[in-house]
């Protein structure tokens, strides 16, 4: 790519998904307590975004494609009045759990990033909110993955709610352009097409020659993924979608050198593993997750989702808690840093894709994956630590606790955020109607679950 306002292929991705129907959007959501004073008003939070809108200019962009995909999209200038960002939803008063069945369709809404990439829609007087008296205020974000993933939730929560007065940078996020000729993009596109078909020609040969000696030097991670045991979760999720928000609290002292990634992965075992017993009848014995990763060596010029992940085997097979985490800990160890080096490789490889290459190379993975006979994982966890946030606000009233969710996909069909906001953790899980009928159960499971891996694997003394 010639401009660095092009879209890198890695983003471009989510949208060209979007067009074939498998929409990947995240969705953040902030709950403000105003406690025994007076919740904002409409115009305060309007008012609020306004204020801090340079903060976050640099969000403010669309995607524009060139015809025929000929060359890669740009990203443009779009900084509309604020207030056709955000949506004030009329539906004054609802209790939590309404709230939750109301973001579960917004959770499967697609947002066209050709005409807004992002958007904030804002409930108001939300009654029953977990660690609330008071009604509260529910602020809910939804972006285009090609302009959201993971590693820019805490610049986006810090542009929103945080103290500083500067412009935050968003890591990944290329420069805008005002505008763009699309005759004139297609045109050097075509004349550019020669060049890039043989770079990438050569970086996939590369590629497989260097897969080929890994493997023959029996290399840690170079082995194809295993084929699991299906479940009732390995089925297509439908377009419905279950949204839970679980408020977990401290975990406390863990064991050293035992993460939060990795009690969240273990309370998600023994969760899952009931779950499954009560549904199916049994749980397999190769009960897997996938955890994602943010590849923190990759340079800002790979775009935003800079992002792989590991398979992690969840043990169900061991009943002591304490040394069920330390396996899946081990396990969560063991696959990362090969994981992270080949995440790396693609992500590097991915700039070379020639931007008529793209849809093919989206489409023939798509048919892979529809061809597989049995499942490459069972859940998905992803961990972020978004920092402390005490001082965080909105028009004034401060920020009780936020989460978010990764989208669904017709392999993933059961996800879960983790969330910590300082020593405080919070969960969702997304999943689909069609998926798991009762969630609820579910929730019940994982927070009984939180409680017993805490107790069993916090150190004595």
Known sequence: MSSPSQVQPIDAAYVLEADRGHHLDPLNMWVFDSGSGTPPTAAEITEHFRRRAPIFAQLNRRFVDVPGHLDHAYW??????????????????????????????????????????????????????????????????????????????????????????????????????????????????????????????????????????????????????????????????????????????????????????????????????????????????????????????????????????????LHPGIDSLPARAAAVQASLVEGREAATAATLRRLTDATSIPSFVLPMELAANRRRLESRTSPRMHTVLTSIRVGNTTSWAMAGRPLLFGAGCPPLTSEATLIHGLFGLGDDLTLTVITSPDIMPDAQRYATLLREAFAEVVSEVRPQG
Request: net charge neutral; charged share 20%.
């Open 76 to 313: 443009v200038a779009d900084d509309p009045p604020i207030e056709q960002r955000i949506v004030h939803d009329e539906r004054v008063g609802l209790d939590w759990t309404a709230l939750l069945d109301v973001l579960g369709g917004l959770a499967a809404a697609a947002l066209d990033a050709r005409e807004t990439a992002w958007r904030i829609d804002v409930f108001h007087d939300v009654r029953d909110v977990p660690g609330t008296t008071t009604p509260a205020t529910v602020v809910v974000f939804r972006g285009n993955h090609s302009l959201i993933s993971g590693p820019l939730v805490h610049p986006l929560w810090e542009a929103f709610f945080g103290t500083g007065t500067e412009p935050v940078h968003f890591p990944g996020l290329g420069p805008m352009v005002p505008r763009v000729n699309r005759v004139l993009a297609a045109a050097r596109g075509i004349a550019r097409a020669p060049r890039a078909a043989v770079r990438y020609i050569r970086t996939m040969r590369a590629a497989l020659r260097d897969a080929k000696e890994l493997q023959a030097a029996g290399a840690t991670g170079s082995a194809p993924l295993r084929d699991l045991t299906s479940t009732g979760l390995n089925h297509d999720p439908g377009d419905r979608r279950t949204l839970l928000v679980l408020r977990l609290g401290t975990a406390g002292p863990l064991p050293r050198g035992f993460t939060v990634t990795a009690l969240a992965l273990t309370v998600v075992s023994v969760a899952l593993q009931r779950y499954l017993t009560e549904v199916d009848g049994q749980c397999p014995p190769d009960l897997t997750a996938f955890a994602t990763l943010a590849v923190g060596a990759a340079p800002e010029s790979l775009g935003i989702n800079r992002i792989g992940w590991t398979d992690v085997a």
